[in-house]
């Protein structure tokens, strides 16, 4: 059984580059779970309400049901469910689950292969953060559901190539050098001798959701702020002036300097040349990453010590 190749084909629901991530999130919670306790079934009440969590957190915006990747991730032949009554989902309805006792655990196909294979939970993980996630949000979601992928021997992993990461380099050379190694959004410029440090090319829209590596698709940032876009803190409007998330909270004068502060700047074009991101770039980002609605330009949390 090539259970990479079940893994990368999880069927999805998709249009015109929508997120839909609850499988992944929940395959990656099991597999979590199971590097800590293998023998372990899953009740759906923690799941509903971890993965209820990790929706919040790392899904889209809109709102959904973990009961949904639940009772549907059955079918793709990687989970099973069983209720007081025996094997099999009984629905997805939040109730039925609820009062059925179901409970899930990974498929026992893939449960031997990982015991026989323990370096292929760590092949199956990244490849869903390859796949799924933007690269800056891969560490904050391994520790949200507590895997640990430090341990990989490398001598061992046979990674399914998802990005020419010659291309990857390139980008970054082609959106430092277009936007004068500076972030667009606050001006750092920082360096060692020649070499720029905490610059990183990110992209608007997703290269796991058909997001071109190209400069009409990518802005300089510094590694704060390209965190803070992927995690739909901070966006861009149609005019290209940055907008900040209604859900962000902050106290402190570096949360009102570094972030509150970037409400409504422009981010000019690339002064080294290129083209500026195209709109149809930014209005996924604001439609699947973004959270919420934009705070009002000057209302910032107010200022504690820090």
Known sequence: ?????????????????????????????????????????LPYTEVERDLKDLLRDFGPPRQTSPSY???????????????????????????????????????????????????LLERLAQLLLDTHFAPSLHADLTAAVGLDLDAVDEARRVMVPVRDRRRAAELRREVLSAY?????????????????????????????FRGADALHNALCLCSLHHRLFDRGVLGLDPGRRITVSGAFTGRGTAARDQVFALADRR????????????????????????????RPTGTAEPVTAC
């Not at 606050?186 to 608007?204: I, K, N, S």
């Open 1 to 41: 059984m090539d259970w990479v190749e079940r893994v990368r084909t999880l069927r999805q629901w998709s249009g015109n580059g929508t997120r839909a991530p609850h499988k992944p999130l929940l395959m990656l919670y099991a597999l979590g779970r199971f590097q800590r306790a293998p023998g372990q079934d």
């Open 69 to 119: 990747p639940f009772h549907h991730l059955e079918s793709d032949g990687v989970w099973e469910v069983r209720t007081d009554d025996g094997p099999g989902s009984p629905g997805s309805g939040v109730t039925v689950l609820r009062e059925s006792g179901a409970r899930g655990r990974l498929a026992p196909g893939l449960r031997s292969a990982l015991d026989t294979d323990p370096a």
């Open 180 to 208: 004068a190694f500076r972030c667009a959004f606050c001006g750092f410029d920082g360096a060692v001798g020649r070499v720029p440090v905490g610059l990183e090319a990110a992209h608007v829209r997703w290269w796991a």
């Open 267 to 294: 981010v000019e074009d690339p002064p080294g040349g290129g083209e500026p991101v195209a709109p149809e770039n930014i209005a996924w980002h604001t439609g699947q990453v973004f959270r919420g609605t934009s």
